[in-house]
């Protein structure tokens, strides 16, 4: 049974308060703990953990949006607007990964072209990178699983933030502890695996951005998926040559539009009749809020 779009869009908003608010908590504790610990990847660290509280404000607007029924400027409805939202989080996350990139990128420069020193990160900040991975891999694979749950592309790209977060403090751990048990002499591993995290980041941001964009371009569904339409249309035994097949998605639903070919001596209401058994059957496989539209051509 299909959910409807007022409790799916009830499910995304609750599932993307609770990572809210758990990133919000972890963005003080990383602040302080990088302030306090005088570790510079802390601090960057809480700035990604910021843009995730920001994406997920993002995820319950436009998913609210997306939940509006069709209207008269919306005839598909307004699915849309929660791709968008992913392609929102994708830009998100590049420019995340390329803030981190750049500042480290700086403080290393500074140590083996200035001969500058950094200072060497404390215990604390040590500690804080290392809750912060287990709440984000946590906080991951909750709203993954939600995600795919309501078929949620924007919270599927949200989870993969909070994932982006974790990878980010694994790095940001790395190279607090490095620089903390080992010496001064390795503080500067504290900005390389910032470097390295914001590499890992911007792949990311590219496998979440990339469907997106295909979904909004109008990119026609995957082979499988349109050979497993064409499978469900064909067994309707008085039809033939199916012709034509268009298929999209428009947010959360799939529009499929074709051609076939009946009997040119079926009345129209056998006609009728036939079509709504293969709407039906659509219906069943792909969803209740799948977009069909087929035209009939006599043989």
Known sequence: MSISAIDREKSIARVTII???????????????????????????????????CTDFIVIIFSKAAAKPKDE?????????????????G????????????????????????????????LIAFLAAAVSIAVKEGLYQYTARYGKKLKSDAVIANAWHHRSDALSSIGTLIGIGLAYFLGDKWSVADPIAAVVVGALIIKVSFDIITPALGDLLEKSLPKDVEDEISRVILEEHNISDL???????????????????????????ESHDLTRHIEEDL?????????IIIHVEPI
Do not use: C, Q
Request: no cysteine; net charge neutral; glycine share 10%.
């Open 19 to 53: 990572g809210a608010f758990w990133n919000f908590a972890l963005a003080v504790i990383k602040f302080l703990a990088g302030f306090l610990g005088h570790s510079g990847a802390m601090i960057a660290d809480a700035v990604h953990t910021l843009s995730d509280l």
């Open 73 to 89: 400027s919306h005839d598909y409805g307004h699915g849309k607007y929660e791709t968008l939202a992913t392609v929102i989080i």
């Open 91 to 122: 830009v998100a996350l590049f420019a995340v990964a390329i803030s981190l990139i750049v500042d480290a990128s700086e403080k290393i420069a500074s140590v083996f072209r200035d001969g500058n020193s950094l200072p060497r990160p404390g």
């Open 243 to 269: 012709h034509n097949l268009r298929t999209r998605k428009i947010g959360s639903s799939i529009a499929i539009e074709f051609h076939i070919r009946m009997d040119g001596d079926l009345t129209v209401r």
């Open 283 to 291: 219906h069943k496989r792909f969803g209740d809020d799948t977009h």
